[in-house]
């Protein structure tokens, strides 16, 4: 059995997928701006992703810009009955690969059907709509009129799930009256628990969390305590980092993303490592210290 097997399934909208995905974004350049410094690693790492069980892989096409779609096509196309694509709009690139909001009615409209024409699809699994009021992290503000404009496109035939991507509680509640929403994709790490409650109350009804930068991202998260839970138990940091968000709810889905097959498949490893209750006590100092 593939480690990824043993990270168990939940449900993404009506697609089973496995607890343990992929998330596309190193894919592309430095800064997620521009071409891979190696194409065919990245291909290679694309198809490893499949080979080794994964059935979940999260993409934008604001990664690159245009860039990871591609490649996705490129490496995965035909693409397996099982796989779950995932893309995220709201958002554009600037010249000088700043992150733009791209938040219009025709923005988010094009968006769909460039991630559609990238991807080489008829209709998206799943489509985040990334908000963009906060430049480091969710911020307050409507979303009536961004949902309202991909629920058309949903009864339009071209996405089949919506998703919402740096969000407050009160957002997620605007959006919910508006259409479903399968999935919540938030920062969520060891030290970074802002969501501990709504997680909880996510997964009561039966919508998936997302958590991204389960290491701190842009600026990794450095903790003596995770580093010696590692040590002890001869597996990485980001191991034990990913090890902890699969137990800590069976709704978290987990997108670690990579641009290197060995190390696609350390964090794949996550799913074999059990952590025990004196762990998870001694783990919930790394939020203390945070």
Same mark, same amino acid.
Request: proline letters at 4%.
């Given at each position: 059995?593939?480690?990824?097997?043993?990270?168990?399934?939940?449900?993404?909208?009506?697609?089973?997928?496995?607890?343990?995905?992929?998330?596309?974004?190193?894919?592309?350049?430095?800064?997620?701006?521009?071409?891979?410094?190696d194409?065919?690693?990245?291909?290679?790492?694309?198809?490893?992703?499949?080979?080794?069980?994964?059935n979940?892989?999260?993409?934008?096409?604001?990664?690159?810009?245009?860039?990871?779609?591609?490649?996705?096509?490129?490496?995965?196309?035909?693409?397996?009955?099982?796989?779950?694509?995932?893309t995220?709009?709201?958002?554009?690139?600037?010249?000088?690969?700043?992150?733009?909001?791209?938040?219009?009615?025709?923005?988010?409209?094009?968006?769909?059907?460039?991630?559609?024409?990238?991807?080489g699809?008829?209709?998206?699994d799943?489509?985040?709509l990334?908000?963009?009021?906060?430049?480091?992290?969710?911020?307050?503000?409507?979303?009536?009129?961004?949902?309202?404009?991909?629920?058309?496109?949903?009864?339009?035939?071209?996405?089949?799930?919506?998703g919402?991507?740096?969000?407050?509680?009160?957002?997620?509640?605007?959006?919910?009256?508006?259409?479903?929403?399968?999935?919540?994709?938030?920062?969520?790490?060891?030290?970074?628990?802002?969501?501990?409650?709504?997680?909880d109350?996510?997964?009561?009804d039966?919508?998936?969390?997302?958590?991204?930068?389960p290491?701190?991202?842009?600026?990794?998260l450095?903790?003596?305590? =995770?580093?010696?839970?590692?040590?002890?138990? +001869?597996?990485?940091?980001?191991q034990? @980092?990913? $090890?902890? #968000?699969?137990?800590? !709810?069976?709704n978290?889905l =987990?997108?670690?993303?990579?641009?290197?097959? +060995?190390?696609l498949?350390?964090?794949? @490893?996550? $799913?074999? #490592?059990?952590?025990? !209750?004196?762990?998870?006590?001694?783990?919930?100092?790394?939020?203390?210290?945070?």
């Amino acid at each position: 059995m593939s480690s990824v097997n043993k990270s168990g399934t939940y449900k993404l909208g009506d697609r089973s997928v496995r607890r343990l995905g992929y998330g596309a974004m190193q894919l592309a350049g430095k800064g997620v701006f521009g071409p891979p410094k190696d194409h065919d690693a990245a291909i290679a790492v694309l198809r490893e992703a499949i080979a080794q069980g994964v059935n979940h892989i999260d993409t934008s096409d604001y990664y690159g810009p245009y860039v990871t779609n591609k490649l996705i096509r490129e490496a995965l196309s035909p693409y397996p009955d099982d796989l779950t694509l995932v893309t995220k709009i709201g958002a554009r690139r600037g010249e000088d690969a700043s992150w733009l909001p791209a938040f219009t009615a025709d923005e988010l409209e094009q968006a769909v059907h460039d991630n559609l024409r990238n991807l080489g699809l008829e209709v998206m699994d799943v489509v985040n709509l990334r908000i963009m009021f906060g430049v480091h992290g969710p911020a307050e503000g409507s979303i009536e009129a961004q949902v309202t404009k991909l629920a058309e496109l949903q009864r339009k035939g071209l996405v089949r799930h919506i998703g919402l991507s740096n969000v407050t509680r009160a957002q997620i509640a605007e959006g919910r009256k508006i259409c479903e929403i399968v999935c919540v994709q938030n920062q969520y790490n060891l030290a970074h628990r802002d969501d501990d409650a709504l997680i909880d109350e996510l997964a009561r009804d039966g919508i998936a969390y997302v958590p991204f930068f389960p290491l701190g991202g842009f600026s990794p998260l450095q903790s003596s305590t =995770l580093s010696g839970v590692a040590e002890r138990l +001869g597996a990485t940091p980001m191991q034990v @980092a990913l $090890a902890w #968000l699969l137990q800590r !709810s069976p709704n978290i889905l =987990l997108i670690p993303g990579t641009s290197s097959v +060995g190390h696609l498949r350390e964090n794949l @490893a996550a $799913a074999e #490592l059990k952590l025990s !209750s004196d762990v998870l006590r001694e783990l919930e100092g790394v939020a203390k210290a945070a």
